[in-house]
C-alpha cells in the first residue's frame, strides 16, 4: 500500500524558514519523480516543485526559484523541501505526490498518489 506522509509546516514569520519531508513507502519501482504542490483556500492546487528519485533532478516554479530547494534521501524513502525567504504569499496546506510515469511534475492530475499535506502559515 503506498503511503505519503507530509510532516514539517507550522507557523513562521516572513523572511523565515521551514523545512518540509515526505516520507514514502509502498513504491514498488525505485525510479520515480515526487512532487510538492500547494493550496490556498478557494484557489486550484498549485505545483511548487519537484525531483527524481534515480538522479535528484528537480524543477522549480518562477516564484520559488532561489528560496525553496528541494532534496531526496533515498535510504529514508524521504524528499524534502526546505523553505527559505518565506513571504506571507507562501501561506498554504502543502501536498507531496508521486508522479505518475509520464506525466508532468506539476499538473494535478498526472499525480498517482497524495499524501494528506501539512499546513504552512507565514504570518507575523
Known amino acids: 500500500q503506498v503511503q505519503l506522509v507530509e510532516s514539517g509546516g507550522g507557523l513562521v514569520q516572513p523572511g523565515g524558514s521551514l523545512r518540509l519531508s515526505c516520507v514514502a513507502s509502498g513504491f514498488t519501482s525505485d525510479d520515480y519523480f515526487i512532487s510538492w504542490f500547494r493550496q490556498v483556500p478557494g484557489k486550484e492546487r498549485e505545483g511548487v516543485s519537484c525531483i527524481s528519485s534515480r538522479d535528484g533532478i528537480s524543477f522549480y516554479i518562477e516564484s520559488v526559484k532561489g528560496r525553496f530547494t528541494i532534496s531526496r534521501d533515498n535510504a529514508k524513502n524521504t524528499v524534502y523541501l526546505q523553505m527559505n525567504s518565506l513571504k506571507v504569499e507562501d501561506t498554504a496546506v502543502y501536498y507531496c505526490?508521486?508522479?505518475?510515469?509520464?506525466?508532468?511534475?506539476?499538473?494535478?492530475?498526472?499525480?498517482?498518489?497524495w499524501g494528506k499535506g501539512t499546513r504552512v502559515t507565514v504570518s507575523s
Open positions: 505526490a508521486k508522479v505518475r510515469p509520464g506525466s508532468s511534475c506539476f499538473s494535478t492530475s498526472g499525480m498517482d498518489y
